[in-house]
């Protein structure tokens, strides 16, 4: 977008948002000689993987983030930035005071049913699926559910945390959401199947300050508030924020998800013993707990947990997941098309596309728009 002939304002990139999304891009931006300024309407520079340090230990302020990839461009990227731990998702729901393992592997298979190999599983899901078998293309979330794990899995692990972290039925919720819960028949608890995976030694804040490192930052700055001034100060725009805000919501708001943490620190050295426990049962309000410290094999003397509540998005309340549903879809296409017209913005990331980026695409989306 940008057009180096235009040298006259004092920036060439006023680059708004200083998360993933906003950090790499002036990151390379920089590299390639462009005068870069990156603000923030928040305190902080890093988005939502900002850590505040508190009693030794990262806490991830916006919910847990774990690095995972299977792109190796991408891992190469940040490794030159900052050395990553061998942190592999494990992560375990407790339901009625039971704890299973996730994803749904033996060791779930085990503990829900008592069953000890892949093909005593096997039969065991597919008589648990059979009752289903005529949903041909399920319709809704339920639906894909109920076909692809049965009853038992559904109501112990699936409805509960799901009808909480989307304020909605499942009967009312996309199938997409679900598709990826992939069962495994080994003993194997890693979340992701990803080739990569782990969190920067020293914490995400690290990453963040190497990928800023020589670039004029400005905190507290609201650029939809102030827009008239910073627009006259550089050539073109990097707009990390949320598409309907930039045009003012003229064409209707956007729906997200929000979420509410609640961080306690204890007086003892390990809560949970893990990094993440889901709890899947509607009547628990929050859907996890997070113990920080775990995330980088913290030997602190105390710990920091952090419940995890879902919340109705209200609009100024932080917006984390888009609702990808056909309404706001059609909604996001016509922003889009205004976005189009806009000749010196271009508008990335999970707020500015409407889309649940994990935060290796972000990083690769970004990479691209340079190659
Ligand atoms: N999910 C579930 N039970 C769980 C964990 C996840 O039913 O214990 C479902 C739920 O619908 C959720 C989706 O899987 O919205 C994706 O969850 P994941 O943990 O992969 O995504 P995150 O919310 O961490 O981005």
Redesign the pocket.
């Known amino acids: 977008v940008h057009n180096p002939n235009s040298m006259s304002k004092e920036y060439d990139y006023l680059i708004v948002g200083a998360g993933l999304s906003g950090s790499v891009f002036a990151h390379e931006a920089k590299k390639r000689g462009y005068r870069c300024l990156v603000i923030d309407k928040r305190p902080h520079f890093g988005g939502n993987v900002y850590c505040e340090q508190i009693a030794g230990i990262n806490v991830h302020q916006y919910?847990?983030h774990i690095f995972h990839t299977d792109n190796k461009e991408v891992w190469d990227y940040v490794n030159s930035f900052v050395e990553f731990n061998r942190f592999t998702n494990s992560?375990l729901?407790c339901v009625n005071g039971r704890m299973y393992n996730?994803p749904f592997n033996l060791n779930t298979f085990y503990r829900l049913w008592g069953v000890r190999t892949p093909s005593e599983a096997k039969d065991k899901i597919e008589e648990q699926r059979k009752r289903f078998a005529h949903i041909s293309s399920p319709s809704n979330?339920e639906e894909q559910?109920l076909k692809l794990c049965g009853e038992d899995i559904y109501q112990l692990?699936?409805?509960g945390?799901?009808e909480k972290?989307?304020g909605r039925k499942c009967t009312e919720?996309p199938t997409s959401?679900?598709k990826?819960?992939p069962f495994r028949f080994t003993f194997d608890n890693n979340?992701f199947n990803d080739r990569y995976q782990g969190v920067p030694i020293g914490g995400y804040n690290k990453l963040i300050s190497k990928l800023l490192d020589g670039i004029e930052v400005r905190l507290g700055v609201d650029y939809i508030r102030d827009r008239t001034e910073l627009n006259q100060i550089a050539d073109s725009i990097f707009y990390t924020g949320c598409i309907d805000e930039y045009f003012d919501h003229s064409l209707g708001y956007l729906e997200y998800r929000s979420l509410r943490f609640e961080h306690t620190l204890l007086e003892i050295d390990n809560y949970q013993g893990n990094a993440v426990v889901?709890f899947?049962d509607r009547s628990v309000p929050y859907t996890r707990v997070i113990e920080h410290k775990h995330f980088e094999f913290g030997k602190q003397p105390n710990t920091i947990i952090t419940h995890e509540y879902p919340n109705a998005y209200k609009h100024g309340e932080e917006p984390y997941?888009p609702i990808n549903n056909q309404r706001n879809n059609e909604l996001y296409e016509k922003y889009k098309s205004l976005a189009n017209q806009q000749s010196n913005v271009v508008f990335c990331g999970r707020l500015a596309e409407y889309k649940?980026y994990d935060m290796d695409d972000v990083i690769e989306n970004v990479l691209n728009l340079w190659k």
């Open positions: 919910g847990p992560p729901a996730l979330l559910a692990l699936i409805k945390y799901t972290q989307w919720l959401i679900i990826r819960l979340y889901n899947t997941y649940y």
